[in-house]
């Protein structure tokens, strides 16, 4: 179904992706756009919370808050960026997991290879705590350094 929404003085056409469209389409979509405009909207700040949809969104909402919609495009950029951060914790947390397996070291021992606690890494490992980038590295380091160890 196309959309009845129609850009002035811009090349984009409604039709096109989201994604493509220049900030005042997206002003337009959002201030005279109809459930399926917000919907491809929201589509995009879904597939990328931080990305140039959800910038130009907030952006809009800088200017003005366009009445109606401006709630609901505030709760999906919000619950957006939660699922995609809770995503990236899970990811995090997995790794954590993989690189303790990989080392062949008991937590404890592997704990104390990157300084730190073993009641610390098991929080990392869970999840509930969210590692440093360094200390990431240091875990990637050890499972190397035990890798080479074992083959040579």
Do not use: C, H
């Amino acid at each position: 179904m196309a959309s009845p929404l129609r850009f002035r003085n811009i090349d984009t056409s409604p039709e096109e992706p989201a994604e493509s469209w220049p900030f005042e389409g997206v002003l337009a979509a959002l201030e005279r756009g109809t459930l399926p405009d917000w919907r491809r909207l929201i589509a995009a700040i879904e597939e990328d919370p931080w990305g140039r949809v959800a910038r130009m969104v907030e952006q809009a909402f800088r200017l003005e808050l366009p009445y109606g919609v401006g709630p609901l495009f505030e709760t999906a950029l919000a619950n957006a960026r939660r699922r995609a951060e809770a995503d990236e914790r899970t990811a995090v947390a997995e790794e954590v997991r993989q690189l303790i397996e990989r080392s062949g070291l008991s937590q404890a021992e592997f704990a104390t290879r990157i300084g730190t606690s073993a009641s610390r890494l098991s929080t990392y490992a869970s999840g509930k705590v969210i590692p440093s980038a360094t200390l990431v590295v240091r875990m990637r380091r050890v499972v190397g350094s035990e890798t080479q160890s074992i083959t040579n």
